[in-house]
């Protein structure tokens, strides 16, 4: 494949996930949400906290010089990520919008944490595509300044997700 496909292809999976987030969120919803997609956030929580683990200690594998692992540790990291994606687009098609309480002091503080990890999450889906396509393909010069930015981004983007989650988790309706 030609980078210039590699990039179109990384750009529409972008726009993709992208719309679909904001077309989930926009959609009427059931007034019945499944039973099982009642653990999604905790699942992503967890998907989420495991991902930090799997990141900081990729980090601390390449800086080892341990490269079989830290490619082991950021696809088992990538998989995970995708499954919390499937696991996010499953209970937004269904679950209502849980909004954290107007009359809460600490709202501020977790809107200001949800709103950088929104931004942050789909900055971050394009630059860990290209560093991952960078990485397998073996062009280290190009994935090293790439993961530069990724891998601090992503490991903000997996923090704030389970700090999101315990936040909001004790307002679920369920």
Same mark, same amino acid.
């Given at each position: 494949?030609?980078?210039?496909?590699?990039?179109?292809?990384?750009?529409?999976?972008?726009?993709?996930?992208?719309?679909?987030?904001?077309?989930?969120?926009?959609? #009427?919803?059931?007034? =019945?949400?499944?039973? /099982? +997609?009642?653990?999604?956030?905790? @699942?992503? !929580?967890?998907?989420?906290?495991?991902?930090?683990?799997?990141?900081?200690?990729?980090?601390?594998?390449?800086?080892?010089?341990?490269?079989?692992?830290?490619?082991?540790?950021?696809?088992?990291?990538?998989?995970?990520?995708?499954?919390?994606?499937?696991?996010?687009?499953?209970?937004?098609?269904?679950?209502?919008?849980?909004?954290?309480?107007?009359?809460? #002091?600490?709202?501020? =503080?977790?809107?200001? /944490? +949800?709103?950088?990890?929104?931004? @942050?999450? !789909?900055?971050?889906?394009?630059?860990?595509?290209?560093?991952?396509?960078?990485?397998?393909?073996?062009?280290?010069?190009?994935?090293?300044?790439?993961?530069?930015?990724?891998?601090?981004?992503?490991?903000?983007?997996?923090?704030?997700?389970?700090?999101?989650?315990?936040?909001?988790?004790?307002?679920?309706?369920?």
């Amino acid at each position: 494949m030609t980078d210039k496909l590699v990039f179109r292809i990384i750009f529409g999976v972008t726009i993709a996930v992208v719309g679909l987030v904001i077309i989930l969120n926009l959609m #009427p919803k059931p007034d =019945v949400m499944p039973d /099982i +997609l009642k653990h999604c956030p905790m @699942l992503n !929580a967890m998907l989420n906290g495991t991902c930090t683990v799997l990141l900081v200690s990729s980090y601390f594998a390449i800086r080892n010089k341990k490269i079989k692992l830290h490619r082991t540790l950021n696809i088992t990291a990538f998989t995970l990520s995708a499954i919390f994606l499937l696991s996010y687009v499953a209970y937004h098609a269904f679950g209502k919008e849980t909004l954290f309480p107007k009359d809460n #002091p600490m709202r501020p =503080v977790y809107l200001t /944490i +949800l709103i950088s990890h929104i931004i @942050l999450a !789909a900055l971050v889906l394009p630059l860990v595509l290209l560093t991952f396509y960078r990485g397998l393909s073996n062009d280290i010069v190009k994935h090293r300044k790439i993961a530069r930015w990724a891998m601090p981004i992503w490991l903000y983007v997996t923090t704030t997700g389970v700090v999101v989650y315990l936040m909001i988790s004790p307002y679920y309706p369920f």
